[in-house]
T-cell receptor, first 112, second 115 residues
Framework: AQSVSQHNHHVILSEAASLELGCNYS??????LFWYVQYPGQHLQLLLK??????LVKGIKGFEAEFIKSKFSFNLRKPSVQWSDTAEYFC??????????FGQGTELSVKP | ETGVTQSPTHLIKTRGQQVTLRCSSQ?????VSWYQQALGQGPQFIFQ???????GRGNFPPRFSGLQFPNYSSELNVNALELDDSALYLC??????????????FGPGTRLTVL
């Protein structure tokens, strides 16, 4: 069965530190990858998505992600985090049955 | 543009009871999906409705059922509640088209506690 896995359950950083959150997916045919963010008390919202083309994808709020086909990875990055980036981050992908599959999530805490 | 709304915000039930959760999709979206998010986990797909018919189901028992109405709003019904049903229930709506390429827009969720 297709799966999405996230390496880190909880990441703690200081402001201005660089961020990289890992995501690996099992191959399921057509590539489609998403990063969602859930700020405390708010809706899940889309940060960025990748289907094809340039493997470096830029999203909202200064986030980017790189698709590396050989590693089945789609890691999320941000050069300099802010306290307001404190949230839970989810990697997701549609499987062949059309279901959106989420990773377990990574909780990011940014210390001011 | 009105986003996805869900009601109620919180709900407390006891084992064996039945519950109905409601979702209004974003304007223009005719596809609604429901997810269960247990504490510390990612959302798990329950089912999807498209044009008032179930269009895909995850690994959830039949006591999880749903409806979609002509205005594309939707209900999630859970019968014979169990303690493990305690979770945040998320509704998401999306535009028609190839599912794999559709961004889903999520509501704030309903927090269900089963005692």
């Amino acid at each position: 069965a297709q799966s999405v896995s996230q390496h880190n359950h909880h990441v703690i950083l200081s402001e201005a530190a660089s961020l990289e959150l890992g995501c690996n997916y099992s191959y399921g045919g057509t590539v489609n990858l998403f990063w969602y963010v859930q700020y405390p008390g708010q809706h899940l919202q889309l940060l960025l998505k990748y289907f094809s083309g340039d493997p470096l994808v830029k999203g909202i709020k200064g986030f980017e992600a790189e698709f590396i086909k050989s590693k089945f990875s789609f890691n999320l990055r941000k050069p300099s985090v802010q306290w307001s980036d404190t949230a839970e981050y989810f990697c997701a992908s549609y499987n062949q049955g059309g279901k959106l599959i989420f990773g377990q999530g990574t909780e990011l805490s940014v210390k001011p | 543009e009105t986003g996805v709304t869900q009601s109620p915000t919180h709900l407390i039930k006891t084992r064996g009871q039945q519950v109905t959760l409601r979702c209004s999709s974003q304007s223009g979206h005719n596809t609604v999906s429901w997810y269960q998010q247990a504490l510390g986990q990612g959302p798990q797909f329950i089912f999807q409705y498209y044009r008032e018919e179930e269009n895909g189901r995850g690994n959830f028992p039949p006591r999880f059922s749903g409806l979609q109405f002509p205005n594309y709003s939707s209900e999630l019904n859970v019968n014979a509640l169990e303690l493990d049903d305690s979770a945040l229930y998320l509704c998401a709506s999306s535009l028609p088209g190839t599912m794999r390429y559709n961004e889903q827009f999520f509501g704030p969720g309903t927090r269900l506690t089963v005692l």
